[in-house]
């Protein structure tokens, strides 16, 4: 008898179960009314003499044993199970979602588009590899033409002709030459240029191109384009047109927008002066029409380029270029709220 006993605590010890209903069937064998334990109490008094004290002490052994694999089985079920009721229970609370944010460049891209699109902009794309025709020969820049170095160009190697655009102003040419005017586009997209990676430029960015082209299109039609703009993002259509130089247009110009001299940001920001250079723009050089099948004679226009990284810089305060591709959340998250 007193073996049974012992093999029924084998039993218990090495006992597990992948259900409550598995514990508590264990439970009713073993501490049910019926069970192995209150039959072997009943036993007792048949057990001889001699053995009782060993009997009575296994047995008591066997009881505990068995009531805490019993809480220690039901603790462990408990927690992985789903009570039957709650599963059918709709007003329970939902898993809470974590809400993505867009990428500060989408929103910036998202905000010019939306600005033009008002005034009458379509969206135009071109491809990101580029031949040279796209990227320089149309645009004024021949072979050998000092401005080429004022871009940096990732060639493909075995291939001279073939390049990764460095500007979006290859969609101009390549609208212009699918398309006739009038012409209203905008074309914001990935640009490369071989340059040193640092808090201030990168050898991959964003531009957004705008060109319109129609019959008596003026500078001044230019620039109340761009007052427009500068009032609808930046909130003043304080600007100026500095001259500059770009091949494809002419004449061409900076274009500064006033962004004050309150703070000590302000003036590390604006170099002293107030006024921030936001983008290059002029009057499409006739040229450039000619090489588009566009007679200059009838039709005139303007076109304008500009870097999305350094406007979200502007707009969001972000002082390092590199934080855009570096995909940190905590970076990103901050712009949930921005829309
Ligand atoms: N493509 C010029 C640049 O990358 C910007 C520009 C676009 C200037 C259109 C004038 C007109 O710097």
């Known amino acids: 008898m007193i073996d049974t006993i012992k093999t029924h605590l084998q039993d218990v010890e090495v006992y597990q179960a992948s259900s409550l209903d598995e514990v508590e069937q264990f439970r009713i064998a073993y501490l049910g009314k019926k069970?192995?334990?209150?039959?072997?109490?009943?036993?007792?008094?048949?057990?001889?003499?001699?053995?009782?004290?060993?009997?009575?002490?296994?047995?008591?052994?066997?009881?505990?044993?068995?009531?805490?694999?019993?809480?220690?089985?039901?603790?462990?079920?408990?927690?992985?199970?789903?009570?039957?009721?709650?599963?059918?229970?709709?007003?329970?609370?939902?898993?809470?979602?974590?809400?993505?944010?867009?990428?500060?460049?989408?929103?910036?891209?998202?905000?010019?588009?939306?600005?033009?699109?008002?005034?009458?902009?379509?969206?135009?794309?071109?491809?990101?590899?580029?031949?040279?025709?796209?990227?320089f020969s149309a645009l004024n820049l021949p072979e050998h033409h000092p401005a080429r170095d004022m871009q940096d160009t990732f060639f493909v190697q075995t291939n001279p002709d073939v390049m990764l655009r460095t500007h979006t102003s290859s969609v101009q040419v390549r609208h212009m030459e699918a398309n006739r005017p009038p012409i209203r586009i905008l074309s914001p997209g990935r640009v490369f240029r071989n340059e040193a990676i640092s808090a201030r430029s990168h050898c991959v960015f964003h531009q957004v191109e705008g060109l319109y082209i129609d019959?008596?299109?003026?500078?001044?039609?230019?620039?109340?384009?761009?007052?427009?703009?500068?009032?609808?993002?930046?909130?003043?259509?304080?600007?100026?047109?500095?001259?500059?130089?770009?091949?494809?247009?002419?004449?061409?110009?900076e274009v500064d927008i006033y962004w004050g001299l309150e703070t000590e940001a302000d003036y590390r920001i604006t170099k002293g002066t107030g006024w921030l250079e936001i983008m290059g723009c002029g009057m499409v050089d006739p040229q450039v029409l000619k090489n588009c099948n566009i007679d200059p004679e009838e039709y005139s226009g303007f076109a304008f380029g500009m870097g999305l990284e350094r406007m979200a810089m502007l707009l969001y305060q972000i002082e390092d270029i590199r934080m855009f591709y570096e995909n940190d959340v905590r970076f990103l998250k901050q712009f949930t709220s921005i829309s």
């Open 215 to 253: 019959k008596n299109v003026s500078f001044a039609d230019l620039k109340q384009t761009l007052m427009y703009f500068t009032k609808a993002i930046f909130g003043t259509a304080e600007i100026r047109l500095r001259p500059s130089y770009f091949p494809f247009t002419e004449p061409s110009a």
């Open 35 to 135: 069970g192995h334990i209150t039959q072997l109490f009943a036993d007792f008094r048949n057990v001889p003499n001699e053995e009782k004290k060993e009997y009575g002490q296994l047995l008591n052994q066997l009881k505990t044993e068995a009531q805490t694999k019993v809480k220690e089985l039901q603790t462990q079920l408990s927690g992985s199970q789903t009570p039957k009721g709650l599963l059918n229970d709709i007003t329970r609370p939902g898993q809470p979602i974590a809400l993505g944010a867009r990428h500060p460049i989408s929103i910036v891209r998202d905000k010019v588009i939306d600005v033009f699109s008002r005034i009458g902009y379509g969206l135009s794309s071109g491809p990101e590899v580029e031949d040279d025709w796209h990227n």
